[in-house]
């Protein structure tokens, strides 16, 4: 079996309502998260092929108010690197 690393340097939530001071533990609940999906659903197609995905702009879904959770977070990422040609 081959480690995957996943490598996110930067998240801007801006115009969310996530509270800065949490931003540490957003980060960590937003990898727990990832990693279950990756669990539940097995790697993108990007990932799989050995290829790496740069990722600009997501948008999340299902959060019209209030700070996002760690989980949607966790979903726009996945479903982008689903979309990664």
């Known amino acids: ?3 995957i690393w ?5 998240i801007v939530l801006d115009g969310t309502g996530a ?3 949490d931003a540490r533990g957003l980060a960590e609940r937003t990898e727990a998260a990832l990693q ?3 669990n539940q659903r097995g790697l993108p197609s990007v990932l799989v092929s050995g ?3 740069t990722l600009n702009t997501l948008r999340l879904r ?3 108010h209030g700070a ?3 989980h949607a977070v966790a979903a726009a990422v996945y479903g982008a690197c689903g979309q990664v040609k």
């Open 1 to 3: 079996m081959s480690d």
């Open 6 to 10: 996943v490598d996110i340097d930067e």
């Open 19 to 21: 509270d800065p001071s």
């Open 36 to 38: 279950n999906m990756v």
């Open 51 to 53: 290829r790496s995905a």
């Open 62 to 64: 299902g959060e019209q």
């Open 68 to 70: 996002p959770t760690a």
